[in-house]
């Protein structure tokens, strides 16, 4: 239900409407979105092939590749359909939905990273109970948890903002239905409004922020406390590149959301969000290979397995 609403549907600006940027911005924002789909499937393919990799640290890896591919899929594919439209609209039902998926995977993103801290906490802090601390029915608890965050939090943020009135204007200046920009469209003073929505983003941004900065001071201070070289470049290189991903997302959330009204122009939040929406999902899978002995080996190792399957059907075939 929607009280006092006009609007049927918004226009969303995007970005520039010059033919020949729009024709370089598709060809890039597609090569991008192709490239994110097919490293965080093939991160999901190696590290499952590999029973070396069935592993807490590792589930946890799948599961935040699928939710990248997830992610960027909320904003991306419309982005490239937007390109090619001369009309840039979304149905009002639309835009809700859009809102909603985004928020859901990203704030099941945002505790997920928490629990791969917890983890990481676990194994570098207390290693001998490692195994009772994250066995599979805890890891599907942390998991669980995340996803029905993230449904909660994105249900109550959508709801709350499209029963607001819209009565007009119907731009959104920006390349997907995020919620601030939706904000200004809503009828009368909504100052009262952003207040509130600043104050949920940092309850829900913080806590899992929180979570993971203590589990890795814990991390951090254990590691000083080993004496070899060698063993602490080992211990350090296992939430090496969980760390990096902390740091980009959570940075950069922090920045966008919990940030004072207007404290930012249309076009510099647009690159803020296209930096958490499109780059940090880019990123994580050069960064789990690249930064990562274990899932580069297993990689090595599984497309070895597929040149020879290749060589021995292509031995055992008759002759034509």
Same mark, same amino acid.
């Given at each position: 239900?929607?009280p006092n609403?006009?609007?049927?549907?918004?226009?969303?600006?995007?970005?520039?409407?010059?033919?020949?940027v729009?024709?370089?911005?598709?060809?890039?924002?597609?090569g991008?979105?192709i490239?994110?789909v097919?490293? +965080?499937v093939?991160?999901i393919?190696?590290?499952?092939? #590999?029973l070396?990799?069935h =592993?807490?640290?590792?589930?946890?890896?799948r599961?935040?590749s699928f939710?990248?591919?997830?992610?960027?899929?909320?904003?991306?594919?419309?982005?490239l359909?937007?390109i090619?439209?001369?009309?840039k =609209?979304?149905?009002?039902?639309?835009?809700a939905?859009q809102m909603?998926?985004?928020?859901?995977?990203?704030?099941?993103?945002?505790?997920?990273?928490? $629990?791969?801290a917890?983890?990481?906490?676990?194994?570098?802090? +207390?290693?001998l109970?490692?195994? /009772?601390?994250? #066995?599979? &029915?805890?890891?599907?608890q942390?998991t669980g948890?995340s996803?029905?965050?993230?449904?909660?939090v994105?249900?109550?943020?959508?709801?709350?903002?499209?029963?607001?009135?819209?009565?007009?204007?119907?731009?959104i200046?920006?390349f997907?239905?995020?919620?601030?920009?939706?904000l200004?469209l809503?009828c009368g003073?909504?100052?009262?409004?952003e207040?509130?929505i600043?104050v949920?983003? /940092?309850l829900?941004?913080?806590?899992?922020?929180m979570?993971?900065l203590?589990s890795?001071?814990?991390i951090?201070?254990?590691?000083?406390?080993?004496?070899s070289t060698?063993?602490?470049?080992?211990?350090?290189?296992?939430?090496s590149?969980?760390?990096t991903?902390?740091t980009?997302?959570?940075?950069t /959330?922090?920045?966008?959301?919990v940030? !004072?009204?207007? $404290?930012f122009?249309p076009?510099?939040? &647009?690159i803020f969000?296209l930096?958490y929406s499109v780059?940090?999902?880019l990123? +994580?899978?050069?960064?789990? $290979?690249?930064?990562? &002995?274990?899932?580069?080996?297993?990689?090595?190792?599984?497309?070895g397995?597929i040149?020879q399957?290749?060589i021995?059907f292509?031995?055992?075939? !008759?002759?034509?």
């Amino acid at each position: 239900m929607r009280p006092n609403t006009s609007v049927t549907e918004f226009v969303l600006l995007g970005f520039s409407t010059d033919p020949d940027v729009s024709s370089a911005l598709f060809l890039a924002f597609l090569g991008v979105y192709i490239f994110i789909v097919l490293g +965080n499937v093939l991160i999901i393919v190696v590290t499952t092939a #590999d029973l070396a990799l069935h =592993t807490p640290m590792y589930f946890f890896l799948r599961i935040l590749s699928f939710l990248e591919i997830c992610f960027t899929s909320v904003t991306l594919p419309n982005v490239l359909a937007e390109i090619l439209s001369v009309r840039k =609209t979304m149905p009002f039902a639309g835009c809700a939905v859009q809102m909603y998926f985004f928020l859901f995977f990203g704030v099941t993103e945002c505790c997920l990273l928490a $629990s791969m801290a917890y983890d990481r906490y676990c194994a570098i802090c +207390n290693p001998l109970r490692y195994t /009772a601390f994250m #066995d599979r &029915k805890v890891c599907l608890q942390l998991t669980g948890g995340s996803w029905l965050c993230g449904m909660v939090v994105a249900v109550g943020h959508t709801a709350f903002v499209f029963t607001l009135p819209f009565c007009g204007p119907n731009v959104i200046n920006h390349f997907f239905c995020e919620i601030q920009p939706v904000l200004k469209l809503v009828c009368g003073d909504t100052y009262w409004i952003e207040i509130q929505i600043v104050v949920g983003a /940092a309850l829900v941004l913080l806590l899992p922020f929180m979570l993971t900065l203590g589990s890795y001071v814990c991390i951090i201070s254990t590691i000083l406390q080993i004496r070899s070289t060698e063993g602490r470049r080992r211990a350090f290189s296992t939430c090496s590149s969980h760390l990096t991903v902390v740091t980009l997302f959570y940075g950069t /959330a922090l920045i966008m959301y919990v940030r !004072p009204k207007s $404290s930012f122009s249309p076009e510099v939040s &647009k690159i803020f969000a296209l930096f958490y929406s499109v780059v940090i999902p880019l990123l +994580n899978p050069i960064i789990y $290979s690249l930064r990562n &002995k274990e899932v580069k080996d297993a990689l090595r190792k599984t497309m070895g397995d597929i040149v020879q399957e290749e060589i021995l059907f292509h031995r055992v075939q !008759p002759p034509t």
